[in-house]
T-cell receptor, first 113, second 112 residues
Protein backbone atom coordinates (compact mmCIF):
# COMPACT_ATOMS: atom_id res chain seq x y z
CA UNK A 1 0.00 0.00 0.00
CA UNK A 2 2.00 2.98 -1.28
CA UNK A 3 1.72 6.12 0.78
CA UNK A 4 3.46 9.40 1.46
CA UNK A 5 5.44 9.40 4.70
CA UNK A 6 6.42 12.40 6.77
CA UNK A 7 8.75 12.81 9.71
CA UNK A 8 8.56 13.87 12.41
CA UNK A 9 4.84 13.55 13.12
CA UNK A 10 5.04 16.07 15.94
CA UNK A 11 7.63 18.70 16.75
CA UNK A 12 7.78 21.13 19.64
CA UNK A 13 10.58 23.65 19.55
CA UNK A 14 11.52 27.04 20.89
CA UNK A 15 11.48 30.22 18.93
CA UNK A 16 14.70 30.75 16.99
CA UNK A 17 15.48 27.06 16.53
CA UNK A 18 15.87 25.39 13.16
CA UNK A 19 13.16 22.95 12.15
CA UNK A 20 13.55 20.37 9.40
CA UNK A 21 10.60 18.37 8.11
CA UNK A 22 11.04 15.43 5.76
CA UNK A 23 8.79 13.79 3.22
CA UNK A 24 9.11 10.61 1.23
CA UNK A 25 6.81 10.76 -1.81
CA UNK A 26 5.19 7.71 -3.33
CA UNK A 27 7.68 5.88 -5.52
CA UNK A 28 7.26 6.91 -9.12
CA UNK A 29 5.51 10.18 -8.40
CA UNK A 30 7.28 13.13 -10.00
CA UNK A 31 5.50 16.01 -8.29
CA UNK A 32 5.82 16.97 -4.63
CA UNK A 33 3.89 19.66 -2.80
CA UNK A 34 4.27 21.28 0.62
CA UNK A 35 1.17 22.73 2.29
CA UNK A 36 0.57 24.45 5.60
CA UNK A 37 -2.73 24.17 7.44
CA UNK A 38 -3.89 26.52 10.19
CA UNK A 39 -7.28 27.26 11.66
CA UNK A 40 -7.17 30.83 10.43
CA UNK A 41 -5.80 30.36 6.90
CA UNK A 42 -6.86 26.83 6.08
CA UNK A 43 -4.65 24.92 3.62
CA UNK A 44 -2.05 26.99 1.81
CA UNK A 45 0.40 25.86 -0.83
CA UNK A 46 3.96 26.70 0.16
CA UNK A 47 6.00 25.15 -2.63
CA UNK A 48 6.03 22.42 -5.19
CA UNK A 49 8.51 20.47 -7.27
CA UNK A 50 8.28 18.57 -10.49
CA UNK A 51 11.04 16.13 -11.38
CA UNK A 52 12.93 17.54 -8.36
CA UNK A 53 12.98 21.07 -9.79
CA UNK A 54 11.21 23.80 -7.81
CA UNK A 55 8.33 25.15 -9.88
CA UNK A 56 6.69 27.51 -7.47
CA UNK A 57 7.57 28.63 -3.97
CA UNK A 58 5.71 31.91 -4.00
CA UNK A 59 3.62 30.86 -1.00
CA UNK A 60 6.66 30.47 1.19
CA UNK A 61 8.25 33.18 3.37
CA UNK A 62 11.63 33.32 1.65
CA UNK A 63 13.58 34.82 4.49
CA UNK A 64 13.14 31.83 6.79
CA UNK A 65 11.74 28.93 4.79
CA UNK A 66 13.53 26.75 2.29
CA UNK A 67 12.43 23.65 0.41
CA UNK A 68 14.62 21.15 -1.40
CA UNK A 69 14.56 17.74 -3.04
CA UNK A 70 18.02 16.21 -2.59
CA UNK A 71 16.81 13.18 -4.53
CA UNK A 72 13.61 11.71 -5.92
CA UNK A 73 12.79 9.94 -2.67
CA UNK A 74 13.23 12.83 -0.26
CA UNK A 75 11.82 16.33 0.05
CA UNK A 76 12.70 18.65 2.92
CA UNK A 77 11.19 21.82 4.32
CA UNK A 78 13.32 23.89 6.66
CA UNK A 79 12.46 26.82 8.85
CA UNK A 80 15.32 28.88 10.26
CA UNK A 81 14.77 30.65 12.56
CA UNK A 82 11.35 29.38 13.62
CA UNK A 83 8.73 31.73 15.07
CA UNK A 84 5.52 31.08 17.02
CA UNK A 85 3.45 32.09 13.98
CA UNK A 86 4.92 29.10 12.12
CA UNK A 87 2.94 26.77 14.38
CA UNK A 88 0.73 24.72 12.06
CA UNK A 89 0.37 21.32 10.47
CA UNK A 90 2.64 20.90 7.46
CA UNK A 91 1.53 18.44 4.81
CA UNK A 92 3.48 16.92 2.00
CA UNK A 93 1.65 15.52 -1.01
CA UNK A 94 2.84 13.75 -4.13
CA UNK A 95 1.37 13.07 -7.51
CA UNK A 96 2.20 12.28 -11.09
CA UNK A 97 1.78 14.75 -13.88
CA UNK A 98 -0.07 18.02 -13.62
CA UNK A 99 -3.72 17.10 -13.35
CA UNK A 100 -3.86 13.97 -11.31
CA UNK A 101 -4.88 13.32 -7.74
CA UNK A 102 -2.50 14.40 -5.03
CA UNK A 103 -1.79 11.93 -2.24
CA UNK A 104 -1.25 13.50 1.14
CA UNK A 105 1.00 12.42 3.96
CA UNK A 106 -0.17 12.41 7.59
CA UNK A 107 1.40 15.79 8.29
CA UNK A 108 3.92 17.20 10.74
CA UNK A 109 2.32 19.08 13.62
CA UNK A 110 4.69 21.91 14.56
CA UNK A 111 4.46 23.97 17.72
CA UNK A 112 6.90 26.83 18.18
CA UNK A 113 6.96 28.19 21.71
CA UNK B 1 -6.53 35.01 -7.65
CA UNK B 2 -8.67 31.89 -7.30
CA UNK B 3 -10.90 31.74 -4.24
CA UNK B 4 -12.87 28.73 -3.07
CA UNK B 5 -15.80 28.94 -0.69
CA UNK B 6 -17.59 26.09 1.02
CA UNK B 7 -21.01 26.24 2.56
CA UNK B 8 -22.02 25.31 5.18
CA UNK B 9 -18.99 25.46 7.48
CA UNK B 10 -20.53 22.77 9.67
CA UNK B 11 -23.39 20.35 9.29
CA UNK B 12 -24.95 17.85 11.66
CA UNK B 13 -27.41 15.25 10.39
CA UNK B 14 -28.99 12.05 11.70
CA UNK B 15 -27.78 8.77 10.27
CA UNK B 16 -29.45 7.73 7.05
CA UNK B 17 -30.05 11.19 5.67
CA UNK B 18 -28.96 12.25 2.22
CA UNK B 19 -26.98 15.47 2.24
CA UNK B 20 -25.34 17.99 -0.06
CA UNK B 21 -22.16 19.96 0.47
CA UNK B 22 -21.53 23.03 -1.64
CA UNK B 23 -18.40 24.51 -3.14
CA UNK B 24 -17.98 27.62 -5.26
CA UNK B 25 -14.95 29.09 -6.99
CA UNK B 26 -14.31 32.48 -8.51
CA UNK B 27 -12.25 31.65 -11.59
CA UNK B 28 -13.96 29.16 -13.88
CA UNK B 29 -10.75 28.45 -15.84
CA UNK B 30 -9.94 25.30 -13.92
CA UNK B 31 -8.24 22.04 -14.89
CA UNK B 32 -10.10 19.95 -12.37
CA UNK B 33 -11.89 19.95 -9.04
CA UNK B 34 -11.34 17.52 -6.22
CA UNK B 35 -13.19 16.62 -3.07
CA UNK B 36 -11.10 15.48 -0.13
CA UNK B 37 -11.93 14.06 3.26
CA UNK B 38 -9.90 14.92 6.36
CA UNK B 39 -10.28 13.07 9.64
CA UNK B 40 -9.13 14.78 12.88
CA UNK B 41 -5.35 14.73 13.18
CA UNK B 42 -4.95 13.03 9.82
CA UNK B 43 -3.98 13.94 6.30
CA UNK B 44 -6.31 14.40 3.36
CA UNK B 45 -7.81 11.56 1.36
CA UNK B 46 -8.97 12.23 -2.17
CA UNK B 47 -12.57 11.14 -2.69
CA UNK B 48 -13.44 12.26 -6.20
CA UNK B 49 -11.71 14.14 -8.99
CA UNK B 50 -13.70 15.79 -11.76
CA UNK B 51 -11.85 16.95 -14.84
CA UNK B 52 -12.94 20.28 -16.30
CA UNK B 53 -14.59 18.52 -19.24
CA UNK B 54 -16.72 16.32 -16.99
CA UNK B 55 -20.01 17.03 -15.29
CA UNK B 56 -19.95 14.51 -12.49
CA UNK B 57 -18.17 11.62 -10.86
CA UNK B 58 -19.54 8.86 -8.66
CA UNK B 59 -17.94 6.58 -6.12
CA UNK B 60 -20.17 4.39 -4.02
CA UNK B 61 -22.51 6.61 -2.02
CA UNK B 62 -20.73 9.76 -3.17
CA UNK B 63 -21.61 11.81 -6.22
CA UNK B 64 -19.87 15.04 -7.15
CA UNK B 65 -21.10 17.42 -9.81
CA UNK B 66 -19.34 20.27 -11.54
CA UNK B 67 -20.82 23.31 -13.25
CA UNK B 68 -17.71 25.08 -14.41
CA UNK B 69 -19.45 28.01 -16.05
CA UNK B 70 -21.20 28.99 -12.84
CA UNK B 71 -18.23 28.12 -10.63
CA UNK B 72 -20.05 25.55 -8.52
CA UNK B 73 -19.68 21.98 -7.38
CA UNK B 74 -21.73 19.84 -5.05
CA UNK B 75 -20.88 16.68 -3.17
CA UNK B 76 -23.89 14.47 -2.56
CA UNK B 77 -23.66 11.81 0.14
CA UNK B 78 -26.43 9.22 0.14
CA UNK B 79 -27.61 7.35 3.20
CA UNK B 80 -25.10 9.00 5.52
CA UNK B 81 -23.35 6.94 8.21
CA UNK B 82 -21.53 7.91 11.42
CA UNK B 83 -18.30 6.86 9.69
CA UNK B 84 -18.83 9.69 7.21
CA UNK B 85 -18.16 12.20 10.00
CA UNK B 86 -15.14 14.24 8.92
CA UNK B 87 -14.21 17.53 7.31
CA UNK B 88 -14.80 17.64 3.57
CA UNK B 89 -12.61 19.94 1.51
CA UNK B 90 -13.10 21.11 -2.03
CA UNK B 91 -10.05 22.10 -4.09
CA UNK B 92 -9.64 23.42 -7.62
CA UNK B 93 -6.61 23.10 -9.84
CA UNK B 94 -6.09 26.28 -11.84
CA UNK B 95 -3.62 28.87 -12.99
CA UNK B 96 -0.49 28.68 -15.10
CA UNK B 97 1.30 27.16 -12.13
CA UNK B 98 -1.42 24.50 -11.79
CA UNK B 99 -1.95 25.13 -8.11
CA UNK B 100 -4.58 23.56 -5.91
CA UNK B 101 -6.64 26.13 -4.06
CA UNK B 102 -8.61 24.74 -1.14
CA UNK B 103 -11.85 25.82 0.46
CA UNK B 104 -12.05 26.07 4.22
CA UNK B 105 -14.05 22.86 4.47
CA UNK B 106 -17.38 21.62 5.77
CA UNK B 107 -17.25 19.78 9.08
CA UNK B 108 -19.81 16.98 8.89
CA UNK B 109 -21.18 15.12 11.89
CA UNK B 110 -23.50 12.16 11.31
CA UNK B 111 -25.33 11.25 14.49
CA UNK B 112 -26.15 7.60 15.17
Amino acid sequence: DARVTQTPRDKVTEMGQEVTMRCQPILGHNTVFWYRQTMMQGLELLAYFRNRAPLDDSGMPKDRFSAEMPDATLATLKIQPSEPRDSAVYFCASGFGGQETQYFGPGTRLLVL
Amino acid sequence: KQEVTQIPAALSVPEGENLVLNCSFTDSAIYNLQWFRQDPGKGLTSLLLIQSSQREQTSGRLNASLDKSSGRSTLYIAASQPGDSATYLCAVLSGSARQLTFGSGTQLTVLP
